[in-house]
């Protein structure tokens, strides 16, 4: 029997499933499912890191139980976030969660130090003002004796990985997030991090996903009664084995990965460090099997996830689906936003930020969770289609249709709407993109899959996936011409 185990870390849960392989087909057990609650200490936000790698833990032993245990694990998470290694090899202060923000001025100044374009022509990553290489800059600034004491920079998966092994690698997909990598020379790039003074020797070799990372340690075997697992790289960035499990069947597709995150672009072979990608701020992130993802990030539904936070702090604790029902009920078109302005990265009243934001665009402002969830839904399904029309345009592409992955499509509305914004069906399928990429790389890294290629006919044969076909076009094309105009999207 063929079984791995998958663990993926997202930004408010984590979970550990186990994949079988069997005559063709995957099946998948979820094992393990924990929170992933940041914590606040002294104005900071943190990763609670320790107790990830207790729920990690949790995952092993449940698997060990289970008739079919796996042989082999990969571990994938959020991108960007790190710890530091100290010279004693224990860990340095907890990891900083990248909402955070070390603010957009830390951005700028590194902007001011290395042109744009000579930062995108090395990486080809977009500019978010929480990307490794700003929160590094700030931290030379604010905390140098914590780089100082640093050995070692590991990503989050990394890390996990390291408590495990005891090995220090990195990931081709999620050091690409670093904005520090350079795909063309396959390495860290020394010239730009050096040209913003930042250590040159704390970033350790870079692994390809499907590699061999190293053997579990003795004293974690013996702790957990484990029999050898062989641990693998995934494609580590969450969005990296989302990618992995459309289940596409032809080679040029458009997807978005539904989740805290809209992720919305194409797989590429080569990275597009074309002056039209940086205009649009599109990223080419690493991927699986020496794919790059040519995507641009959207807020997603980490908007609706904080105003619900923020309601049921005010008493009024609503589920989502009841937060669906109430907004499909509410009047539709009366107010969007720009899902992606400045205001909505942050922790915070969402609620808030979004009337302030209809009084800035003279639009009525919404009052009720019900007229809130409208505008977050329908502006992100706008959003989509103008990032869909620009992902066309910057790859030379056209696409017929979009596939959805990612816990975001138990929201049937959005991807109803999703595809009437688009024009084009929906393919919306599986949920657990991010595990079950991470499952898929694990067999291809055993030989059981030939490539990507077949990994995906497979998914395709062992999840279940809906179509939505496009209803009221001409409704929302309107809607889209308004959504530009009022949400102040010019381009
Ligand atoms: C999605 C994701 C995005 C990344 C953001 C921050 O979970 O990994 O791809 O931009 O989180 O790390």
Not at 175 to 180: D, I
Not at 185 to 210: A, C, F, R
Not at 252 to 270: K, M, N, P, R, V
Request: hydrophobic content about 40%; charged content about 20%.
């Amino acid at each position: 029997m063929s079984t791995a185990l998958a663990f993926d870390l997202g930004a408010s849960s984590g979970r550990a499933l186990l994949g079988r392989l069997d005559d063709g087909r995957l099946f998948v057990e979820e094992l393990h499912r924990f929170p992933n609650d940041p914590v606040h200490v002294s104005g900071r936000l943190h990763w609670d890191i320790l107790r990830l790698y207790h729920e990690i833990k949790q995952g092993l032993l449940a698997a060990k139980e289970h008739l079919s245990a796996p042989s082999s694990v990969a571990i994938d998470s959020w991108a960007v976030d790190f710890g530091f290694i100290g010279t004693d090899g224990e860990l340095l202060r907890n990891p900083y969660h990248y909402r955070n923000f070390h603010s957009p001025e830390m951005m700028e100044e590194v902007l001011g130090m290395v042109s744009k374009s000579e930062i995108y022509s090395k990486t080809g990553i977009q500019f978010l003002p929480f990307n490794t290489i700003y929160q590094l800059y700030s931290i030379r600034k604010h905390q140098p004796e914590l780089l100082a004491g640093a050995k070692k920079l590991l990503m989050i998966p990394d890390l996990l990985r390291y408590f495990l092994t005891g090995e220090m690698y990195s990931e081709f997909s999620n050091a690409s997030t670093t904005q520090m990598y350079n795909p063309l020379l396959g390495n860290w790039d020394q010239e730009l991090i050096s040209k913003i003074q930042l250590p040159l020797n704390i970033y350790p070799p870079v692994l390809q996903s499907g590699e061999n990372a190293g053997n579990i340690r003795a004293s974690v075997i013996q702790e957990l009664g484990l029999n050898g697992m062989t641990l693998y790289t995934a494609a580590e960035h969450d969005t990296g084995s989302a990618a992995v499990s459309v289940p596409a069947l032809q080679n040029q597709f458009a997807y978005l990965s539904c989740g805290t995150w809209s992720l919305i672009g194409t797989e590429i072979d080569h990275p597009m460090m074309t002056p039209e990608a940086l205009e649009l701020n599109f990223t080419n992130e690493g991927g699986a099997c020496g794919t790059y993802r040519l995507l641009k990030n959207i807020m997603g539904l980490w908007i609706l996830q904080e105003s619900r936070r923020v309601w049921a702090n005010k008493g009024a604790l609503y589920s989502f689906p009841e937060l669906v029902k109430m907004a499909e009920e509410a009047e539709p078109f009366v107010t969007v936003i720009d899902p992606d302005h400045d205001l909505f990265l942050t922790p915070g009243d969402m609620p808030s930020r979004i009337q302030e934001l209809a009084k800035r665009t003279a639009q009525p402002v919404p009052i009720t969770p019900g007229e809130i969830t409208r505008c977050i839904l329908e502006s992100l399904a706008l959003k989509y289609r103008l990032t869909l029309d620009e992902t066309e345009r910057v790859s030379g592409r056209v696409f017929d249709g979009l596939h959805m992955v990612g816990g975001g499509i138990y929201n049937e509305l959005l991807c109803q709407w999703t595809a009437n914004a688009i024009g084009r069906p929906v393919w919306a399928g599986p949920a657990e993109g991010s595990a079950i990429g991470n499952l898929a790389v694990q067999f291809i890294a055993r030989g059981e899959f030939s490539g990507m290629m077949e990994a995906r006919r497979v998914i395709r044969n062992s999840v279940e996936v809906k179509e939505y076909e496009p209803q009221q076009i001409q409704r929302w094309e309107e809607a889209y011409q308004a959504f530009r105009q009022n949400a102040g999207i010019s381009k």
